[in-house]
């Protein structure tokens, strides 16, 4: 591949599990555990190819809304994921961080999450943050009311700053796989200029070449931040 600008910040909305799942005359749990086996090919792909952060969309504020069996195997994967890629992550050096409220999750989850972020916390290689019970709506109060609390007054860049995962700055490009296209509640505040990539393949089925293809784009891209240039 042509030597092409990288986006040091992507975020990505893993969507289509389901989908892919039910095309295969399966149920929704098997996509999720496709799903979560193709984080780490892809973690290890956006790293490997120069992308600093990477800001992954596991659970959102609204899915608790599905049917609990499926709430609990995204639970059990959830717990699975962190206490498998602890190793990867340690011996890739990335450091592993969480945005959202997880304390609206189980003790022992809450637990292995804390684990795996503590013990990697001075991985310097790289940062996954990773949304669990996460929604960009509720990170704005959640910012806001920091900001009450603390007697700041409420601009843009303290709202910026009191994000849950304000020191990892601003995605440079989103990526939504699965074919919809909307943000679900994904990092609105800021990603107000990230550039937007949506693509039709199913989160399983989005491989390193797809993943590629989401860099070429955003290599094509012109930001201007509301500039004339
Ligand atoms: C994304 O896949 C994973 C989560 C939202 C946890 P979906 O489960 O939304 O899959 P589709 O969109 O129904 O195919
Ligand atoms: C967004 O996907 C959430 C995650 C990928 C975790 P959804 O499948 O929940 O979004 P909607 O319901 O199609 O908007
Ligand atoms: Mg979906």
New binding site residues.
Partial sequence: MEKTKIPAHVGII???????ANLRGKN?SY??RA?TANVERITEHAFNSGVKTLSLY???SE?WARPKTEVDE?MRLLGLYFKKFLKKMQREKIRVAVMGDISALSEKLQQVIAKSVDATKANDRGILNIGVNYGGRQEVVYAVNKLIESNQPITVENISANLYSAEFGEPDLIIRT?GELRLSNFMLYQGAYAELYFTDV??PDFNEAEFDKAIEEYGHRHRRFGKVQ
């Fill in positions: 893993m969507d289509g599990n389901g989908r892919w929704r996509g999720h799903g596991a659970f959102s899915n995204l699965g199913l989160w």
